[in-house]
Every structure is written in C-alpha cells, then in structure tokens.
C-alpha cells in the first residue's frame, strides 16, 4: 500500500514538473549584476540556468546587465576556464551579457579586454539601459 502512494507521488510530482514550462508564458528579464562576489555572481549564473530549464530555451529572452566590480568577472574570465564554461554555456542558450560603456571608461579598459564580449554587447550606460529594457516588457531581477 505504501509503495502504491509513493509511486503515485512520484509520478504526480513528474508530471506536473514536466508540464511547468508549458504553465508559463513567453518572458522577457533582464538580470542585474553590479557586485564583484565570486560566490553571488556563480549563484546568480545558476539562477539564469534554472530560469532557462524551467521555461525552456525557446520560451525566454534574457539579458545580463553587467557593470561596476561585477565587470571584474569578464576581465578574470578570458584566462580563468571555469569561468570561460559558465558564460559560454549560458550564451550557447540565447542568454546575452551586456557591459557598460561607463563602466569599461572607469576600469580603462575596452570590451576586447573581456571574455568573448563583442561591441552589439557594450551599452552607454547600465542603469539606463536597464530601464530601457524595462520600457520594453523587460522583467527586472536582482539576485
């Protein structure tokens, strides 16, 4: 009787994460990143992977708003391969990494200086490109 239940459960509980992509519309979010925390931006990419898994590759347009300390991150990545797998594979799946302009004056630096960031990637300025964003359906999340 017990095993019944359990496996009932089980399926239940399959069948409905199967069906949870489908249970949400087409979303558009823009994720902020600012901070130079090595273990909240590795907790912030695996946000965006579950987003991704949860909705589904097709079903989901996401942008990662990159400027200030956080772009540190990309400058560390070009010689840091760990890194260099998280990002690529996030960008195999449609996910775009933008820099700020400002940000890359501040640091001296140009987005050659940084991992596979290419001059469609670099905005003039975050904070405005955020709410851009935001004008054009773009839900905002800060992990």
Do not use: W
Request: glycine fraction near 6%.
């Amino acid at each position: 009787m017990k095993v019944t239940t359990l496996l009932l459960s089980c399926l239940l509980l399959t069948s409905a994460f199967n069906c949870s992509a489908e249970q949400y519309p087409f979303q558009k979010v823009v994720y902020h990143v600012n901070y130079h925390d090595e273990s909240r931006i590795n907790e912030t990419l695996v946000n965006v992977s579950n987003h991704l898994e949860a909705l589904g590759d097709d079903n989901i347009d996401i942008k990662v708003m990159v400027h200030g300390k956080a772009v540190e991150f990309l400058m560390e990545a070009v010689e840091d391969d760990g890194k260099q797998i998280q990002l690529d594979a996030l960008r195999l799946r449609g996910v775009q990494f933008l820099v700020c302009g400002n940000t890359l004056n501040g640091y001296n630096i140009t987005y050659e200086d940084l991992y596979e960031v290419e001059t469609e990637d670099v905005v003039q300025a975050g904070l405005p490109a955020i709410v851009d964003l935001q004008q054009k359906g773009y839900i905002y999340v800060r992990p």
